[in-house]
């Protein structure tokens, strides 16, 4: 059974299909990740796979996080996730992940952080219209009225207005990987991820669970 898998966004290029047509994908270091806890509906009420990702000095960790992982025998690791399984078998403590678990032309879901963008404006943060350009217009990018009048007499919680853009977590679903190189780890995914180059990413299949 196939589970979700840690990695490292690398950056974007391209590439050339059988008909010549250019395909933008984005490149990923998927892995190798180790196994280091198994969840079972007796142990823990559910089922679930945890994967530890990139390697750390042990000095780097505090002493509960080295207890943890001294458990599977894991090297020290920087990065811990789960993913919900229906079932456990086939894995154990110590096992090691890697990008050949996934097949070409499969569809992932792959999560990560946007690009932080700072505190942006109306405009560009919510993509609104600006104004009239005309001579005599004194309203270019500003964001009007946020008032709705007398009654209530407040403005509205979650108004659309200027603000931190980005640097938050988003989920680009149903990607498909075009190409996978096992003997470097990498996975070649067909259009763009969240994330900036260096950027940590979680790459699981469209359908698990969880």
């Known amino acids: 059974m196939s589970i979700g ?40 009420g559910y089922t679930a796979i945890q994967i530890g990702y990139k390697e750390v000095r042990e000095k780097a960790l505090t002493k509960p996080e080295l207890g943890h992982l001294a458990k599977s025998e894991a090297n020290p690791v920087r990065h811990l996730k789960e993913y919900r ?27 990560g952080t946007s690009i932080g963008r700072g505190f ?17 217009s004194k309203n270019h990018r500003l ?28 989920t680009t679903r149903k990607l498909q990987v075009v190409r996978i190189d096992v003997e470097n780890n990498l996975l070649i995914i067909k259009g763009s991820i969240p994330g900036k180059p260096g950027s940590l990413l979680s790459i699981a299949p469209t359908n698990l669970v969880g």
Do not use: W
């Open 143 to 170: 964001p009007g009225s946020i008032g709705p009048g007398t009654t209530p007499g407040r403005v509205y919680p979650g108004k659309k207005m200027a603000g931190r853009l980005g640097g938050k977590q988003v």
């Open 120 to 136: 942006a404006g109306n405009q560009k943060r919510h993509n609104f219209h600006r104004g009239p350009m005309s001579h005599g």
């Open 5 to 44: 898998i840690l990695g490292t966004k690398l950056g974007m290029t391209q590439i050339f299909d059988d008909d010549g047509n250019a395909v933008p994908v984005t490149v990923v270091q998927a892995g190798p990740c180790t196994v280091t806890q198994v969840k079972t509906e007796q142990t823990d």
């Open 85 to 111: 399984v229906d079932a456990t078998e086939g894995f154990e403590l110590g096992q090691s992940v890697t990008a050949d678990q996934f097949e070409q032309g499969q569809l992932v879901d792959v999560t």
